[in-house]
């Protein structure tokens, strides 16, 4: 069973930063693309950021330039690193994980497989004199 924990939400003065993280558990052989997605009240949820397993990185164009997604590969986690932040920034932050390559144990014999576009629970970042 692979799970996404994010961390690292919190209330926040505009200007200031955060740091995000999401770890993934369980039996994960590898982690393809990674990115954190953000859903504010009323708003539909929408990508913040992107990475591949290179590390080729993408940003909303309303991040660009305030925040840096990275990657640790061999501790399969991603972080977010929030800067110059706003109070339209404010929301529940996601990770997602597109595609992990999970082993498993079928009739005895070690054997992997591809799971597809695995979720965290979020965590509540807030922007906010």
């Known amino acids: 069973q692979v799970q996404l924990v994010e961390s690292g939400g919190g209330l926040v003065q505009p200007g200031g930063s955060l740091r995000l993280s999401c770890a993934a558990s369980g039996s994960i052989l590898s982690i393809y693309d990674m990115g954190w997605y953000r859903q504010a009240p009323g708003k539909q949820r929408e990508l913040v950021a992107a990475?591949?397993?290179?590390?080729?990185?993408n940003y909303a164009d309303s991040v660009k330039g305030r925040f840096t997604i990275s990657r640790d590969n061999a501790k399969n986690t991603v972080y977010l690193q929030m800067n110059s932040l706003k109070p339209e920034d404010t929301a529940v932050y996601y990770c997602?994980?597109?595609?992990?390559?999970?082993?498993?144990?079928?009739?005895?014999?070690?054997?992997?497989?591809?799971?597809?576009?695995?979720w965290g629970k979020g965590t509540l970042v807030t922007v906010s004199s």
């Open positions: 990475i591949t397993s290179g590390g080729t990185a």
């Open positions: 997602n994980a597109d595609e992990i390559k999970v082993s498993a144990v079928v009739a005895g014999a070690p054997t992997s497989y591809y799971g597809m576009d695995y």
